[in-house]
């Protein structure tokens, strides 16, 4: 996590307050932690690390909201979990996401995931047109899938790794695929600064290149703020 020079950081697969208290006694440069917390055992949860003023703090685990095909209500898997913080002045407003994952697949309640976070972004836009707005997380689905197009559905977003020849995350049977995503929310303020997208992978086989222990590689880019 320190090698990633993030002012703020996404994660996935954050079990407790007790993770997040451990993670903060070893990274002196985060002032809080805060977490989607589930409340059961082993839970996989989103969490953020800031080390700005925190200006709120919003769940969204609560949410309920209709699968697109019409057979009712689902929820987000993992908590939306939304946060607010200052820089300089400016509100920079970010989503950690995890969606459903494709193990025992439900790809309704993941295509419904990417709708409603979508929904969010564009109201977060309107309320804030003045703030730098972006999603990040453990997607589990590729660009240009169902998911993702319903995500960018709701207003023009930028996914920022579409500027890198390869911007796969996620090692599977020998497959490469591009999971983990940032994208920013354009019709609000601030925007990604050209070539800072960046990849960061295990540079050892054994690990399927994942980042810092994880499966997965990990995704920086750089945001200005502001009008």
């Not at 419904?112 to 977060?124: F, K």
């Not at 609000?188 to 540079?203: L, M, N």
């Not at 290149?209 to 499966?215: F, K, L, M, V």
Request: some cysteine; overall charge negative; proline content about 5%.
């Amino acid at each position: 996590i320190t090698e990633l020079e993030a002012d703020v950081v996404l994660l996935q697969e954050i079990e407790n307050q007790t993770c997040i208290d451990a993670l903060l006694a070893r990274l002196p440069e985060f002032s809080d932690g805060y977490i989607g917390e589930q409340g059961y055992a082993a839970s996989l949860d989103t969490a953020v690390l800031v080390g700005l003023p925190t200006l709120a703090l919003i769940s969204h685990q609560d949410d309920e909201f209709p699968r697109l095909d019409g057979s009712g209500l689902t929820s987000f898997t993992r908590d939306l979990l939304e946060v607010h913080v200052d820089v300089d002045g400016a509100r920079v407003i970010v989503f950690a996401a995890h969606f459903r994952s494709k193990v025992d697949d439900d790809p309704g309640r993941r295509l419904a995931e990417g709708q409603r976070a979508g929904e969010w972004l564009a109201m977060r836009a309107a309320e804030y047109p003045e703030a730098t707005i972006v999603l990040g997380g453990d997607l589990n689905d590729v660009p240009a899938s169902p998911p993702l197009q319903a995500l960018e559905s709701s207003g023009p977003l930028l996914r920022v790794a579409s500027e890198l020849a390869d911007d796969s995350t996620y090692l599977y049977d020998g497959k490469a695929s591009a999971l983990d995503h940032l994208f920013q929310a354009l019709s609000a303020a601030g925007a990604a600064v050209p070539g800072s997208a960046k990849i960061f992978r295990s540079p050892t086989a054994w690990d399927g290149g994942g980042w810092g222990g994880s499966d997965h590689a990990a995704l920086r880019a750089s945001f200005t703020v502001g009008g």
